[in-house]
């Protein structure tokens, strides 16, 4: 099989391709150039600064596999950067790596494989892409504590079909012990936990520099409606954050809404962050059919599932969870199987 | 492997391994040495000098080794930027190389007046405009001969003339890198103070290179130290790439008329072919005033970076203006410049052809290329 595998430079990715190639496909290697720099200074002046290429090209070499860096800077910046300011600037709580994956990493490559003659996409992802009578089925990868199923809710038939997750049927461990016994040099590799383009900075920092415009004064009140104060801009709140609110109020006080036409931050206490359910948008199902009934629901990357009724595009809370917002992604599961996906739209309380 | 990249690099010519191997070996003294091994190499040294100043009709005090092509140009400018003379500001044009243009805003930075001047869409510069903004603050003009990404050559003697009438104080530096290989270059009759050349683009070796200072001109070193190459660039110097410097101009002159006459049919023909099979590519240069060995043509529709990467995989080297450190194509400065659309350079891809470049290959290359484009649309 003709397989393009998306190197990141890390371990999992690394080990995907190896595999890959040990199984005897036909093996390329890409890494994508997603962003320049927090500014997204001239290509001459700030480009090349992916040193995380650096290690997937020399996996590459010693793989002995072709090796490509994509250029994909334009898609990032207008499908991920700007979504991810625009979003904070209406109130809502984005996930840009879902939405890299959702914009820019499946839908370019799959839509470019054969352009690349490559067959299928390969990527270093904790989920097992299983296919079953005929249909692919997305599960949650071998290491429950790695799983990435969730980032990968968004994908249905059409895509699953031609991606697969070699890595999902390991545990890191034996990811790290694969790279170990290859002399990979990604196999003690760190993970990298931050939002690429904002690093290892606050995320309100990156907006501050990255779209000054959006931030915007407004008031700070109490959920009874006092005016407790003022802010700089919806942009640095999220929903359910308690530091960092700039007011003193001698008991623990969290953003509990955003109104963005209004700028208004809305605090309350702990309680006051409960919601029963949420509108879902952009829903998709992984085997086709929409799903009515009894599901797992899990809106964090790393969150545990909790139950939940799907009904049409609502989705109701066994039990009030705590700090919801829109832009959230939610994953619905059976068991370990993943059935869909979508996006927060709005909170009931 | 078919390779046509040849303005990125290329492989040496027969001989000149050979003839730098010595300098690595047995006579691998220290130039400035006292010793009979030191002596061996600084004499080999300075015969590669005398042989290359006459190469390029200079003296052989003209002639200040340097590691390539843009260390000449850092030196080139900023040496003369930062030099003694009052004069400061550099005035060059949007389509140089990197070296220049960061040179020249690194010098931005530190308060010196510069100015960037457009160009065509032909890639030509516009001779009165480029004149109009040099003035009595300026100490460097900076114009490309043959430019890397297009082919495109400037009328050098014209713009050095008219600077020279307009501000005859001002020095005019010309990297001409790319040109070494199919152009005439005599230092007297471009009209140049400053001259860019490196050896790996005409098979040379890589990191040996030179910038010709005419006798007289003021230059702050980049690279201080120990004072070698009259004290313009220290360092301890690269005999072997000297040697091979010397031997491989040697050779490129006098394959000069050969080059411009075989090489260029080769070029033409495979680009007659590949537009005859694909007849919406757009050559990014227009005939005139282009060189004998470059073609950027763009492929509409086609993603140039994809396109590249199926020709890697059928065995054809090309490229898309210059890479960058990450390997990804960067968007071309130069067909920017050029008045292309960010989508239209992203579609354009640069052949280049060299000295080593046969018929049959071109035309195995130019099928290939027609098969591909036709599969990606």
């Known amino acids: 099989m003709r397989a393009l595998v998306a190197m990141s430079g890390g371990v999992d990715s690394s080990v995907a391709a190896a595999l890959m190639r040990e199984a005897g496909h036909d093996v390329v290697g890409v ?41 994909y800077t334009d898609e990032f910046r207008e499908g991920v950067v700007h979504r991810f300011v625009r979003d904070y600037g209406s109130g809502r709580t984005p996930n840009p790596c879902i939405e890299c994956n959702r914009t820019v990493k499946f839908d370019r490559l799959l839509n470019g494989l054969s352009d ?34 969730y980032v990968l809710s968004m994908l249905t038939q059409a895509e699953l079909s031609r991606i697969r997750l070699p890595v999902g049927e390991l545990t890191k461990t034996e990811v790290r012990s694969v790279a170990a016994e290859m002399g990979l ?96 948008g952009q829903l998709t199902w992984t085997e086709g059919a929409p799903f009515s009934g009894q599901v797992m629901a899990q809106y964090r990357a790393h969150g545990e599932p909790v139950p939940a009724t799907m009904h049409d595009d609502r989705l109701l809370f066994a039990e009030p969870q705590e700090a919801l917002a829109p832009g959230q992604t939610v994953a619905f599961y059976d068991g370990d199987r993943v059935l869909g996906g979508g996006l927060i739209t709005e909170t009931f309380v | 492997m078919i390779y046509l990249d040849h303005a990125a690099t290329t492989p040496v ?40 100043a006459v190469a390029i009709g200079a003296g052989p005090r003209e002639i200040v080794f340097t590691s390539g092509g843009t260390e000449s140009d850092n030196l080139a400018i900023k040496g003369a930027s ?40 032909h890639g030509q510069v516009d001779l009165p405009s480029l004149v109009d903004v040099v003035d009595a603050n300026t100490a460097v003009v900076s114009v490309m001969h043959l430019n890397n990404e297009t082919g495109v050559i400037q009328d050098i003697a014209g713009i050095t003339s008219a600077i020279e009438e307009h501000e005859p104080d001002v020095l005019v530096h010309s990297d001409a890198v790319q040109a070494f ?130 020709l890697d995989r059928a065995g054809v080297a090309a490229s898309a203006g210059s890479a960058c450190q990450s390997g990804a194509s960067e968007v071309s400065h130069v067909l920017e410049a050029m008045g292309l659309s960010l989508g239209e350079a992203r579609e354009s891809v640069r ?27």
Not at chain 2, 22 to 42: C, L, M, T, W
Not at chain 2, 196 to 224: D, M, N, Q, S
């Open chain 2, 13 to 52: 010519r027969p001989g000149v391994w050979e003839a730098m191997r010595p300098y690595a070996d047995d006579v691998f003294g220290n130039s400035s040495g006292v010793h009979e091994v030191s002596r061996r190499a600084k004499n080999a040294l300075e015969e590669a000098r005398e042989k290359i």
């Open chain 2, 181 to 310: 290989s199919s152009a005439e270059i005599d230092v007297d009759d471009l009209g140049v103070d400053l001259l860019t050349i490196t050896a790996h683009k005409f098979g040379g070796p890589k990191g040996a290179g030179l910038l010709y200072v005419r006798e007289g001109t003021a230059l702050e070193p980049v690279l201080h130290g120990g004072g070698q190459e009259l004290g313009r660039r220290s360092g301890t110097h690269d005999v072997a790439g000297a040697v091979g410097l010397a031997t491989a101009m040697e050779a490129a002159i006098s394959d000069r008329s050969r080059f411009r006459s075989q090489v260029g049919q080769i070029r033409d023909d495979f680009e007659k072919r590949v537009l005859a099979a694909i007849p919406d590519a757009v050559v990014n240069t227009p005939e005139t005033a282009r060189s004998s060995h470059h073609l950027n043509v763009r492929f509409p529709g086609v993603r140039n970076e994809t396109l590249l990467m199926r």
């Open chain 2, 82 to 121: 930062l030099s003694s003379v009052p004069r400061r500001g550099v005035v060059t044009v949007a389509t140089e190389h990197e070296a220049v243009l960061e040179a020249t805003d690194f010098l931005r930075r530190l308060g010196v007046p510069t100015s960037v001047v457009g160009v065509d869409r």
């Open chain 1, 31 to 71: 890494t994508l150039k997603l962003w320049s720099g927090p500014n997204g200074e001239a290509p001459t002046a700030g480009c090349c600064t992916v040193s995380d290429a650096e290690d997937a090209r020399r996996v590459a070499a010693q793989l002995d596999i072709p090796y490509y860096v994509l250029d």
């Open chain 1, 185 to 280: 040099r990604t196999a003690d590799k760190p993970e990298s936990m931050d939002i690429c383009f904002v690093g290892q900075r606050d995320y309100r920092g990156f907006l501050r520099d990255a779209a000054p415009e959006v931030f915007e004064p407004g008031p700070l009140v109490a959920s009874d409606g006092t005016e407790l104060g003022s802010h700089d801009g919806i942009v640095g709140f999220t929903v359910g954050q308690r530091r960092g609110l700039g007011v003193a109020l001698g008991e623990p006080r969290f953003v509990v809404r955003i109104d963005p036409g209004s700028s208004t931050v809305v605090l309350g206490r702990r309680d006051e962050l409960a919601v029963a359910g949420v509108g879902l």
């Open chain 2, 351 to 377: 052949f280049s052809f060299g000295w080593n470049s046969t018929a049959d290959e071109a035309m195995d290359a130019a099928t290939i290329v027609i098969d591909l484009i036709e599969e990606l649309r």
């Open chain 1, 116 to 149: 690349f003659d490559s067959e299928v996409l390969v990527t270093g992802h904790h989920a097992r892409n299983l296919q079953i009578d005929g249909s692919w089925r997305l599960h949650r990868g071998e290491d429950r504590a790695k799983d990435q199923s």
